[in-house]
């Protein structure tokens, strides 16, 4: 899991101060979706409150469905405060996680940002209908201000141009009949693979949340059309060179 979710990130200064520890550290973590939490009215996907409910909104072309309430949870109210040494007040309040922390280095505040959202929310979606996620991360370090991100430089910009995609629609015709052959079952079943691959791509909270299970529709990809070993991949991949 780590592999892939673990990306490197930087911690932007939004106020032009450094970080220096020891400090007194507080982590903003804005959580999702806000239904869940109480922070917002609309339509959730699985989370059902019997007291509120008045209908289920059924989408017939995609088979998913949202129950509809007519008022929205009260805020969701919690707090923690350790009884040990280092002191930590740990808190929620609707959509917004709250960590105040003494922090003696760059490492204990990564680390407590990384068991926030690797390990807690993790947690919490074990008793929660709707699984939550972390929209954003932000804090400060005494009078340091700063959002967790994502480096610049990992965005990816692919180009195309209105012919080129009027051209890709029409090769993709050609080869419909290709593909729909009884004979070439292997081919149809190894482009679903690869389908699923590009979808997990786009659908995820970050393009890497799901790229685990990317790289194994990857895998089988490869698999169906070539083989079942490395070397049967790798050989069929040469010939086409």
């Known amino acids: 899991m780590f592999t892939y979710n673990q990306q490197k990130r930087f911690f932007n200064f939004l106020n032009g101060e450094e970080f220096t ?3 007194r ?5 804005h959580l999702g979706p806000p239904q869940a939490f109480g922070a917002a009215a609309g339509p959730v996907s699985l989370m059902c409150i019997p007291d509120y409910l008045v209908g289920t909104l ?3 072309n995609s088979g998913l469905y949202q129950y509809i309430h007519n008022s929205k949870l009260q805020p969701l109210e919690m707090r923690i405060e350790s009884e040990s040494p280092p002191r930590i007040e740990f808190g929620i309040a609707g959509d917004r996680l709250h960590c105040e922390f003494e922090c003696n280095s760059l490492d204990d505040l990564e680390s407590m940002i990384f068991s926030i959202v690797f390990f807690y929310v993790p947690l919490l ?5 709707d699984p939550p996620v972390v929209i954003c991360v932000s804090g400060s370090a005494g009078r340091t201000e700063f959002r967790w991100e994502h480096l610049r430089h990992m965005l990816p910009m692919n180009t195309t141009t209105e012919e080129s ?5 029409s090769n993709s015709y050609k080869n ?18 690869f389908y699923v691959a590009a ?11 799901f790229m685990a299970e990317c790289v194994l529709n990857l895998s089988k990809t490869l698999e169906i059309l070539f083989g079942g070993t ?6 069929h991949l040469a010939a086409l060179e």
Not at 25 to 29: F, I, P, Q, R
Not at 176 to 193: P, T, W
Not at 199 to 209: A, F, H, I, N, T
Request: glycine share 6%.
């Open 125 to 129: 979606n074990l008793e929660s209908l």
């Open 58 to 60: 059924i989408n017939g």
């Open 199 to 209: 979808r997990l791509l786009v659908v995820g909270q970050s393009r890497w949340e």
């Open 176 to 193: 419909l009949d290709l593909v729909g052959r009884e004979c070439n079952r292997r081919l149809a079943v190894a482009l679903s693979y």
């Open 230 to 235: 490395r070397d049967k991949t790798r050989t």
């Open 21 to 23: 520890f020891p400090n």
């Open 25 to 29: 550290a507080l982590l903003d973590m």
């Open 165 to 169: 995609l009027i051209n890709h629609m």
